[in-house]
């Protein structure tokens, strides 16, 4: 996969696509935007190996943490081989407060869905590139946190989206 694949794969799912008014590719509730994307990359062309988080407004990734993740990462999804594979995985996280603030115990629906709109478009920008994904929920939460390093209370890992050359 090449970097301007990720880079697509990444803006046209949850990134900024009309730089005037900042709106995103998916719709937020109150423009709360409580859904934080990560790309745990194994192989992308000319992109160290690593967890790096999607910083949205500006359109970069910010490494976290360097170095090949992917074994850790299966074992805390019951040994999914896709997560082994993938070319990267984007993982989808809330902070639950940003949408909680607004629409009190209402929030969590709202954010449930909109991670599934993201994730509905990785499945529609990676299939438009000749691409791979297929939608992960069996994990355990607390090792995936531990994993990118998220305290499972601010910020909580929700959805994990292989994506690779098939
Ligand atoms: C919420 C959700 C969670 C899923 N979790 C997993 C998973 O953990 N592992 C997996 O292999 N597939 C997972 N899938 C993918 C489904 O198994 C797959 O979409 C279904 O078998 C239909 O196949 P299709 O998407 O190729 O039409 C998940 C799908 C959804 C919507």
Redesign the pocket.
């Known amino acids: 996969m090449s970097l301007d694949e990720l880079s697509r794969l990444l803006q046209y799912s949850a990134g900024v696509t009309d730089r005037r008014t900042g709106s995103r590719a998916a719709p937020s509730a109150g423009a709360t935007y409580p859904i934080e994307t990560y790309a745990v990359v194994n192989n992308v062309e000319s992109v160290r190996a690593g967890i790096y988080h999607y910083l949205v407004p500006s359109h970069e990734l910010d490494l976290v943490r360097e170095g090949h993740v992917q074994r850790e990462m299966s074992n805390a999804?019951l040994g999914?081989r896709?997560l082994l594979e993938a070319n990267v995985v984007l993982v989808l996280s809330a902070v639950y407060k940003r949408t909680e603030r607004r629409y009190r115990e209402r929030a969590k629906r709202y954010i449930h869905f909109e991670a599934g709109h993201i994730?509905q478009n990785v499945y529609l920008v990676a299939t438009a590139m000749g691409l791979g994904t297929?939608?992960?929920?069996?994990?355990y939460d607390e090792d995936m946190n531990n994993v990118l390093g998220l305290d499972g209370q601010e910020e909580s890992v929700l959805?994990?989206l292989p994506v690779g050359e098939i």
């Open positions: 999804a999914e896709m994730a297929c939608a992960v929920g069996a994990f959805y994990l």
